[in-house]
């Protein structure tokens, strides 16, 4: 793990001070009921691989071709979290090398003075072993594959993103 990386993650707070880790926040003011559908949106912990091969990206049948992501409970070490569930996807661990973005969406409802903020905090990771060139995910409905470019579909977050890993 390199100086970029905590060896745990917990507090996202943390991260506006980091130099290295690129700080993006938005604000979005909604009525109550599109309140409600926010706050059921899960933070995810986003980890990015690269190889010779490209960018390694899973569809899991909801989201198209994004990043490995998973979704991260309150309280929860978010870099624990990556490590595990990556190596649940791939049946590979992997190092956390650095934290390269956080991303904060808050949801305001401008009549009851409620929000709720859903996170994303992206990753940049290496396998400890190696990832084969066809891939095979271990977790079912999830396909895995790599990418030498950004996938023409990719929405403008997920596309910006991946973008990070590829050369």
Do not use: C, K
């Amino acid at each position: 793990m390199t100086a970029d990386a905590p060896d745990s993650l917990t507090d996202l707070a943390t991260l506006r001070d980091r130099e290295a880790v690129a700080v993006r926040e938005e604000i979005q003011v909604v009525d109550a009921a599109e309140f409600a559908d926010a706050t059921e949106l899960d933070s995810h912990v986003v980890v990015g691989v690269a190889s010779e091969a490209g960018v390694l990206l899973q569809n899991d049948g909801h989201h198209g071709w994004t990043l490995p992501a998973f979704p991260v409970e309150a309280g929860d070490d978010w870099l624990a979290v990556a490590r595990r569930e990556f190596e649940r996807l791939t049946g590979v661990s992997v190092t956390i090398d650095a934290v390269e973005r956080l991303r904060a969406h808050e949801y305001r409802v401008p009549d009851t003075g409620d929000s709720t903020t859903v996170y994303n905090v992206v990753v940049r990771a290496t396998p400890t072993a190696r990832i084969p060139e066809d891939p095979q995910s271990r977790v079912d409905g999830t396909e895995i594959q790599w990418f030498a470019d950004v996938p023409e579909d990719a929405p403008g977050p997920v596309a910006t993103d991946i973008e990070l890993f590829v050369d």
